[in-house]
T-cell receptor
Framework: GAVVSQHPSRVICKSGTSVKIECRSL??????MFWYRQFPKKSLMLMAT?????????EQGVEKDKFLINHASLTLSTLTVTSAHPEDSSFYIC???????????????FGPGTRLTVL | SQKIEQNSEALNIQEGKTATLTCNYTNYSPAYLQWYRQDPGRGPVFLLLIRENEKEKRKERLKVTFDTTLKQSLFHITASQPADSATYLCALDPGANNLFFGTGTRLTVIP
């Protein structure tokens, strides 16, 4: 199956710093990428959807100035957590889909996740 | 409000038995529903997709049913093995080009 990578897999940072997480689709072109957040023993919560070359669409309650998303190419999306605080500590997971239709059933392929710890 | 509930947070079964996981949703009309497996500290891995006009879908030891009247999907693992121990997530796409996930069921298969 298709492969999606994330880097870094783990990051520890000080409060107030910014952290960038990369998500790459390795063997297919991802017209749409998604960013999720997962708290321990909880399900994935969709944060935002991004289409290549367009501004990301954020879910209700997600601060777009706090979580900057860039989808500059068909194989790369980045999530930057700006001025991170301890409450931003979480498991961040990206996924990628190649379908272009709003009703596409193309499978979403998930990255392995990035564990962010803000001290 | 919209909800996707997997009504067993945890399920323990004996090796060789069939595990049945439930996913119920409210205030959605999904065109299809998906099931994923997630291991600790890892991203979800796609298992099966079932469309609204399909009653049942099978893949090896896995079987999924989809009842749009009951707004429920059942996920079965037959002849379960310890290696099947993981968290299983149902997810649906309401047609808005994104996925919403259920709360997950942590399955433990006891040798």
């Amino acid at each position: 199956g298709a492969v999606v990578s994330q880097h870094p897999s783990r990051v520890i940072c000080k409060s107030g710093t910014s952290v960038k997480i990369e998500c790459r689709s390795l063997d297919f072109q991802a017209t749409t990428m998604f960013w999720y957040r997962q708290f321990p023993k909880k399900s994935l919560m969709l944060m935002a959807t991004s289409n290549e070359g367009s501004k990301a669409t954020y879910e209700q309650g997600v601060e777009k100035d706090k979580f900057l998303i860039n989808h500059a190419s068909l194989t790369l999306s980045t999530l930057t957590v700006t001025s991170a605080h301890p409450e931003d500590s979480s498991f961040y997971i990206c996924s990628a889909r190649s379908g272009t239709s709003a009703t596409s059933t193309d499978t979403q392929y998930f990255g392995p996740g990035t564990r962010l710890t803000v001290l | 409000s919209q909800k996707i509930e997997q009504n067993s947070e945890a399920l323990n079964i004996q090796e060789g038995k069939t595990a049945t996981l439930t996913c119920n949703y409210t205030n959605y009309s999904p065109a299809y529903l998906q099931w994923y497996r997630q291991d600790p500290g890892r991203g979800p891995v796609f298992l099966l997709l079932i469309r609204e006009n399909e009653k049942e879908k099978r893949k090896e030891r896995l079987k999924v049913t989809f009842d749009t009247t009951l707004k429920q999907s059942l996920f079965h693992i037959t002849a379960s093995q310890p290696a099947d121990s993981a968290t299983y997530l149902c997810a649906l796409d309401p047609g808005a080009n994104n996925l919403f996930f259920g709360t997950g069921t942590r399955l433990t298969v006891i040798p």
